[in-house]
């Protein structure tokens, strides 16, 4: 349906331990004794990894590219994204136009330069308020368990039942206004209440886990509040692996705006944005081509980034999942 | 030897001249005149991301038609390693044969290729396994999974391996046999369970039974009926038996000779009743020592202090040696050899004498 | 088992109540002007308003209303009857139409995602961390990150318009082949995941102890893994594909819209696009209530392949 379902489906929901047996987990027959040796701890094994890896270089590259052009995009491009004139019309390359024109006669480079600014900020803010909700919904479920967990894993249930596309077109067209702010405001509320669970999810498993940590119990022995063991203890547990979907989310998000966008429910002109100049390109694609490839090459390699980053990151802190 | 003192890469080899110096012991005489079954001098790794561990470091030991030989140790010694081995099954990778030969009925299974060896599991030597609700598929019925050993091998059309599964299950003594052919692994009880396993692996009448643990996930007064029935079964359908196991208590009603692994090696072989009686080996003598007995009132059980060897690093010398109350100089140093004290009995301590005589231990 | 499709099948209808009153509340409540919400900028004629009006029992107001409204919402859904849209026509008949398309384009882009990502997945389970395995994963990775309203347009483009190997647009009454592009896009998504689950779950298996039980009884390697371990892989694989399938019927509304695909998606895309506000509606409640009933279709299959579900 929507490719932000499938990334997250792409995860086993059956993952198992590996073998059992002793004969085919020689690091379990070694595993009983004390190995005298230097400490290391998981964090330092994924960096080691990590580094290893061109794809985390390259992932990491292009965030970098991506968030400098949306933060400072007259760093990329001189021309002014707003400046069409018809008689331009699918103008080929010149001097600031390295791609040419658009069916508008827009800088087709400028415009696709400015549409990342739209992509990243509906990407970022809807993974935050994403992470603030999976965290409270997660933290709250896992800590406290018993039929608070109950009813939200139900609820958990619900919201990852329904279809994300199908949800936000409902949603997004009870939004008549056409202001930039809250059309923006609009597509991350949306894409937040509807994109939570499976974050929500790892929190919630990753809480568990830690609540039975040893230190936990001591803490809980010693007297501390419900509330400092959830802040002191368990949530910094819960980061890494939530920081991890939501980099992934991230770039499911900014898909998930252009294809909206696309769809003309998301962003509206004049707000710049991928999936606009994507349709607007798709539209005109047989008297010029460039005005449909740059926008859906720029979108493309945004989404491939934060993916590809998420994904080496989770592989590099779990390496049993490959 | 003294003065000699091996190095990592050496030790090895030291060992594997020492052991395979020493002549098996002549047992009851099969047709070829050698053994059913002989293992002689394997040497299996692992290796993995994190290094090599050296699983099994020459171990030798024989199997003869319808005897119970029980392979004793810990988790990691290497007992069930060594059992996949001879049925070929070891994972490759991580583990790597790096030398050694597998005997049966005087060929080395070795040397054979993957075809040949496949047609010698489940109608030569047959095998079960730990756990048997991992170990049976739980996506197909027991009845199907019995025949088709049966359709698959032994040719038997669609009915007549369900009618042998049947007979396989009432063999093994699976009440309402036929009408629990349908049912799925997760339906059973644990012992049940275990008994559909093994009906599985008699059905191509294999001549060696290896058992792996085949008791330890069971419960106690259900361990004793699955031995019983391994017992009457190996004796009536006059098979030979590997009996792989880390508890001693199983062995003593069964078995007819022990052999004890550490750390990859057998540190001792010898008949039940003269292992029971003097154990020749520290290892083996504080394994004795850790079970529980009714006639010792009052007195404190003791336990082998210490952990198991890393296999990536074993000690030099003896790798018994950082846990052994007898240890000496010797020990760090030198690899012990296997010491053969008679009645087909040996004992690789440098103080193997003093070990078995000393009782007041 | 009937107990189980039983108890699956009442869950089925809570979660229809439920799902249909969160899109039906998300809709009307607590608007200013339904009618204006449902026409969108377009202006609405009086003899619009009043059949809106009547047909929604918009006079109604309060809670009390509103559960009316809903009440009666799903009668009508439950009748087949989904009323008019703004140009007049029934939307069962639009939908009568487009649901054929819909669902040849679908099973197209089904049967690419089994042929090709459940064969690959399994070839690279079984050759895990071999070159094959770790390019198929790379390329999965592209393809579940390039969005659809990128790959569409631009295989459309590439493969339709510059290099002519597809028509580039299926038009009134698609035939196969004009279908085949559209339904390797449609699918391709639905292939890389089922791809890497077949995989993971081939990985997986390979190591379950059932595999050396199966060796240990002298079974050729191509019966393990063809049999016994495709069995076990297959649960999590078909369960993806059954809720895939409501997916892709639903689910085409950028592929079948940018491939002119006379299909519901297309009705949909189309519906939005021309701010028809009833149709966008009775298309949602009809692709709700599809996507409950594949979700009841995986569980029943779930159950059929993995026994250890069924007598629980």
Not at chain 2, 44 to 62: C, L, M, W
């Amino acid at each position: 349906m929507s490719d932000f379902e499938t990334v997250a489906a792409s995860e086993d929901p059956h993952a198992r331990r590996g073998p059992s047996g002793e004969p085919n987990a020689p690091n379990q027959i070694g595993g009983t004794s004390v190995t005298p040796g230097r400490p290391r701890s998981l964090a330092g094994d994924a960096w080691r990894d990590l580094r290893r890896k061109p794809i985390f270089w390259i992932s990491s590259a292009l965030v970098l590219v991506v968030t400098a052009m949306a933060a400072v995009p007259a760093l990329f491009t001189t021309a002014d994204p707003a400046d069409c004139l018809l008689s331009r019309q699918h103008a080929g390359p010149s001097g600031g136009a390295i791609f040419g024109y658009d069916f508008q006669g827009c800088n087709t480079y400028a415009r696709a330069v400015y549409g990342a600014r739209a992509s990243l900020l509906v990407g970022a803010l809807s993974a935050l308020l994403t992470g603030l909700i999976a965290l409270t919904v997660g933290m709250l479920a896992g800590y406290f368990g018993r039929w608070i967990d109950a009813v939200l894993s139900r609820v958990i249930d619900i919201v990852l039942g329904i279809p994300l596309l199908l949800a936000a077109i409902v949603l997004l067209k009870r939004v008549a206004s056409d202001s930039a702010t809250i059309r923006i405001a609009a597509v991350i509320f949306v894409l937040a209440v509807l994109g939570w669970t499976t974050t929500a999810r790892v929190v919630r498993s990753s809480v568990i886990t830690a609540k039975e940590q040893d230190y936990v119990s001591a803490a809980r022995m010693l007297g501390a509040s419900n509330s400092r063991i959830m802040w002191r203890h368990i949530l910094p547990n819960t980061l890494a692996p939530a920081i991890v979907v939501l980099t992934i989310a991230l770039g499911s998000f900014i898909a998930a705006e252009a294809t909206l966008s696309f769809l003309g429910i998301g962003l509206k002109e004049p707000t710049i944005s991928w999936g606009i100049d994507i349709n607007n390109g798709r539209v005109h694609m047989r008297e010029s081509a460039t005005p449909l490839m740059v926008p859906s090459t720029f979108l493309a390699l945004t989404v491939l980034a934060f993916i590809m980053l998420g994904d080496a990151i989770r592989d590099a802190f779990d390496p049993k999942l490959r | 030897m003294r003065g000699n003192r091996p190095t990592r890469g050496s030790e090895r080899k030291a060992g594997a001249v020492s052991q395979s110096a020493v002549q098996p012991t002549p047992a009851s005489p099969t047709p070829e005149g050698g053994h059913l079954l002989e293992v002689r001098d394997l040497h299996v790794e692992f290796r993995t991301g994190e290094g090599v561990a050296k699983v099994i470091n020459g171990v030798s030991y024989h199997l003869d038609a319808g005897e119970t030989l029980a392979v004793l140790g810990e988790s990691g010694s290497g007992k069930s390693v060594t059992a996949q081995a001879i049925m070929g099954i070891l994972d490759t990778p991580p583990a790597v044969i790096r030398s050694g030969q597998i005997r049966y009925q005087g060929r080395d299974l070795l040397a054979q290729s993957e075809e040949q060896r496949r047609q010698v599991r489940g109608t030569e030597i047959a095998m079960i396994f730990q756990d048997a609700l991992s170990a049976l598929n739980p996506t197909f019925p027991v009845g199907w999974q019995i025949g088709e050993t049966l359709r698959q091998r032994a040719g038997m059309s669609r009915g007549d391996a369900r009618r042998r599964a049947i007979e396989l299950m009432e063999l093994v003594k699976i009440p309402a046999a036929a009408s629990r052919l349908g049912d799925y692994p997760h339906q059973f009880s644990g012992g049940m369970r275990q008994r559909v396993m093994i009906a599985m692996a008699l059905a191509l009448n294999p001549k060696v039974l290896i058992a792996d643990e085949p008791t330890t996930a069971l419960d106690v007064t259900v361990q004793a009926q699955i031995m019983d029935l391994l017992s009457d079964l190996r004796r009536d359908l006059r098979m030979a038996m590997i009996l792989i196991t880390h508890d001693l208590g199983v062995v003593a009603g069964v078995a007819d000779r022990i052999a004890v692994m550490y750390a990859g090696r057998i540190v001792e072989h010898a008949d039940v009743r003269s292992l029971y009686k003097t154990p020749a080996h520290p290892y083996t003598k504080g394994l004795l020592e850790s079970i529980p007995r009714l006639d010792f009132h009052g007195q404190q059980l003791s336990t082998i202090r210490g952990l198991p060897p890393n296999l990536m690093r074993i000690p030099s010398g003896c790798p018994f040696h950082p846990r052994c109350p007898y240890v000496q100089q010797v020990c760090v140093d030198v690899v012990p050899h296997d010491l053969v004290l008679g009645d087909g009995r040996t004992s690789a301590c440098h103080f193997a004498q003093e070990v078995r005589d000393d009782r007041a231990r | 088992m009937v107990r189980f499709i039983l108890r699956r099948l009442l869950q089925m209808v809570l979660a229809f109540f439920g799902t249909t009153l969160i899109v039906y509340a998300l809709m009307f409540a607590g608007q200013g002007d339904p009618i204006q919400a449902l026409a969108g900028e377009r202006p609405v004629t009086e003899a619009q308003r009043a059949y809106l009006t009547e047909k929604f029992h918009l006079d109604r107001t309060g809670i009390d209303g509103f559960f009316y409204r809903y009440f009666d919402y799903i009668r009508n859904l439950l009748q087949g009857d989904l009323g008019e849209s703004l140009t007049g026509r029934q939307i069962g008949d639009i939908l009568a139409a487009a649901w054929p398309v819909t669902i040849k384009l679908a099973l197209i882009a089904m049967a690419v995602t089994v042929l090709v990502g459940v064969t690959a997945g399994v070839l690279a389970g079984v050759r895990r961390a071999s070159i094959f395995d770790n390019s198929t994963l790379l390329l999965t990775l592209v393809v579940l990150a390039v969005p659809t309203i990128v790959l569409a347009p631009i295989a459309q483009y590439l493969l339709g318009v510059r290099w002519q190997l597809f028509p580039p647009t299926a038009g009134a009454d698609p035939d196969f082949y004009s279908l085949l592009l559209p339904g390797i896009v449609l699918g391709s998504l639905s292939l890389a995941t089922a791809l890497r689950l077949t995989r993971t779950a081939v990985a997986e298996n390979l190591r379950a102890d059932y595999v050396r039980t199966a060796r240990s009884k002298g079974l050729v390697k191509r019966r393990i893994v063809g049999i016994h371990v495709l069995r076990n892989s297959l649960i999590p694989v078909v369960t993806f594909l059954g809720v895939e399938l409501g997916n892709l019927m639903g689910g085409a509304i950028i592929t079948e819209g940018v491939f002119n695909i006379p299909g519901v998606g297309f009705n949909l895309f189309r519906a939005i696009r021309t701010e028809d506000g009833p149709l966008v509606v009775g298309i949602v409640s009809v692709l709700v209530v599809v996507y409950l009933i594949a979700n009841l279709v995986v569980d029943v299959l779930y159950a059929v392949l993995d026994p250890r579900i069924r007598y629980e």
